[in-house]
């Protein structure tokens, strides 16, 4: 089970911290990723974080503003958003998965399990 939280109504250029808190037991080759849907549109790769590793993979467009990070302990990925603008608008959707090459991290079919989302919007 996926648990988010931390989104809410920001301003233009604003920052946000979500959370993604996970129950069970991880797997060495678990995938945690950050999906983001806005109204009308399909959703769409944000970030992704290997467990082990810490390799980290990002959208272009949030590339130098957004950071995924893990905590291992507390068996939690947390996603830092700096300078946010409108288009950043979405529900955002922690997910998991096991068993992906690092190519294909910014795939949804991949990931197995998903969070039940959480809205974040920036209002210009």
């Known amino acids: 089970q996926l648990v988010e939280s931390g989104g809410g109504l920001v301003q233009d250029g604003g920052s946000l911290r979500l959370s993604c808190e996970g129950s069970?037991?991880?797997?060495?080759?678990?995938?945690m990723g950050w999906f983001r849907q806005a109204p009308g549109k399909e959703r769409e790769f944000v970030t992704a974080i290997t467990w082990r590793g810490g390799s980290t993979d990002y959208a272009d467009s949030v590339k130098g503003r957004f950071t995924i990070s893990k905590d291992s302990a507390k068996n939690t990925v947390y996603l830092q958003m700096n300078n946010l603008k409108p288009e950043d608008t979405a529900v955002y959707y922690c997910a998991a998965g096991v068993g992906m090459g690092f190519a294909e991290i910014d795939r949804a079919a991949n990931y197995a399990y998903w969070g039940q989302g959480t809205q974040v919007t920036v209002s210009s």
């Open positions: 069970g037991s991880t797997s060495p080759n678990l995938v």
